[in-house]
């Protein structure tokens, strides 16, 4: 973790949510041949926010004698000086932001000043991450609801949804559908809206024995796929006897199934992840006679 990877003579931990860090012998003139580190940790669900408030060291070209770096911040930033110029830089107004719980700043002085330079002084405090904001759209903390608090976050569901174990993701309970009717219209949950993720549903078509079960998939079918595996993250399976049909996925509906069978499970998985907007079939069943047989 580069944001404690130095090795100085003498390390101190803060742990505290705020705190103040000064130069040795401050506001007097720091010490010559001195090297000291501040490693300052809070808790997870936290960043840390640091600001100088003094700022005096001995300039030097690119700040090769005396230094302040803060790591975790721009790849370790070296400071010195009193202000801005082509090759010193000096934190002045900047008010730094770790990305995570831990930030490190090391203070290292020469065998020699010519001067006397009075150090510097600067304040650190905790800072909640509000996780529900997110860094993109991608990395939205909760699938439907995120709470935060200090400290932390927690997801809920819209109604007619359960938190998944993983307690980001929304599923749906989608398992007790069985249809009887001769013909009728299934479609996956929410559509023509993103399908729930980390869902497993089944879709049970039951007539009577003697009529057998025909699917007709409609066009707007889109499922998560993948370019090389057949439908590793999301697809629909049907089953009918013995018969299976699928995994499909993609963008192209599946043709007409005649399914030879009266009972039919569709079953349908969805992974943890996707926005994909569903499927829609119709069903129709017929009669298991030769004439009905023979004109298809």
Known sequence: NNCSSYSWAQVLLLADMYGTIQSPNFPESYPKDNELQWNVTVPSGYTIRLYFMHFDIEPSYLCEYDYVKVSCFEARTSFCGRENTDTERVPADDVILSPGSMLSVAFRSDFSNEERHSGFEAHYSAVDIDECRGKNDEELACDHFCHNYIGGYYCSCRYGYQLH?????????????VYTERSGLITSSDFPKPYPKSSDCVYRIEVEEGFLVTLDFEDSFDIEDHPEVPCPYDYIKIEAGA??????????????????????????????????????????????????????
């Open 165 to 177: 174990s993983d307690n980001r993701t929304c599923k749906v309970e989608c398992s007790d559908s």
């Open 243 to 296: 018969r299976v049909f699928g995994p499909f996925c993609g963008d192209r509906p599946p043709d007409r199934i005649q399914t030879l069978s009266n009972s039919v499970s569709i079953r349908f998985h969805s992974d943890n992840s996707g926005e994909n907007l569903g499927w829609k079939l119709t069903y129709a069943s017929a009669g298991n006679s030769p004439q009905v047989l023979h004109s298809h």
